[in-house]
């Protein structure tokens, strides 16, 4: 854990630890939106890529969070891989706090670029990103990634949504 604090309020991000894990999973669980990982995986992430990833706490309660990694192949891209608020805190602003503190981060040690996808339904998703690309005063490109016809299952097409460069 990078032991970096922001604190707005009552609301203090920080990156996640191991016992962090399971909360992560039952605020995706519960959802409604995000791919359900395994238990297992929301552990080994906040193992793994903590220094990539945020959690929103209030009260000393995991209220949010936002995972990411940094490409292997494009190291000053960071990939966001999930984004989620527990249903009892939504309407704060969360989301954006936690975009914005983990872009701030990674940008100072010299990411420039982030990537993630959103299915075309997933308006919230949009919004959030397209709000991050208008603070960040930058580029925000969409172009679809993995089409529904590549999916074994009913998945639905996954849109690239590219924002950068960042500012230093």
Same mark, same amino acid.
């Given at each position: 854990?990078?032991?970096?604090?922001?604190?707005?309020?009552?609301?203090?991000?920080?990156?996640?630890?191991?016992?962090?894990?399971?909360?992560?999973?039952?605020?995706?669980?519960?959802?409604?939106?995000?791919?359900?990982?395994?238990?297992?995986?929301?552990?080994?992430?906040?193992?793994?890529?903590?220094?990539?990833?945020?959690?929103?706490?209030?009260?000393?309660?995991?209220?949010? #969070?936002?995972?990411?990694? =940094?490409?292997?192949?494009?190291? *000053?891209? !960071? /990939?966001?891989?999930?984004? $989620?608020?527990?249903? %009892? #805190?939504?309407?704060?602003? =969360?989301?954006?706090?936690?975009? *914005?503190? !983990? /872009?701030?981060?990674?940008? $100072?040690?010299?990411? %420039?670029?982030?990537?993630?996808?959103?299915?075309?339904?997933?308006?919230?998703?949009?919004?959030?990103?397209?709000?991050?690309?208008?603070?960040?005063?930058?580029?925000?490109?969409?172009?679809?990634?993995?089409?529904?016809?590549?999916?074994?299952?009913?998945?639905?097409?996954?849109?690239?949504?590219?924002?950068?460069?960042?500012?230093?």
């Amino acid at each position: 854990m990078s032991g970096k604090r922001a604190e707005r309020g009552d609301v203090v991000v920080v990156a996640p630890s191991i016992v962090d894990g399971a909360a992560l999973w039952r605020i995706a669980r519960d959802s409604g939106k995000l791919d359900l990982n395994s238990s297992y995986a929301y552990l080994l992430w906040c193992r793994d890529f903590a220094a990539t990833s945020r959690i929103a706490r209030i009260d000393g309660e995991v209220a949010g #969070f936002v995972t990411g990694y =940094l490409r292997p192949d494009a190291p *000053d891209t !960071l /990939v966001v891989w999930q984004v $989620a608020v527990d249903q %009892r #805190f939504r309407g704060q602003g =969360l989301a954006a706090t936690l975009l *914005d503190e !983990l /872009v701030a981060d990674v940008a $100072a040690k010299g990411a %420039r670029y982030l990537e993630t996808t959103v299915t075309p339904d997933n308006e919230a998703s949009v919004a959030l990103f397209t709000g991050l690309a208008r603070r960040l005063r930058t580029e925000h490109e969409r172009t679809d990634l993995f089409i529904r016809e590549q999916f074994p299952d009913e998945h639905e097409t996954e849109v690239l949504h590219r924002i950068g460069p960042f500012s230093r």
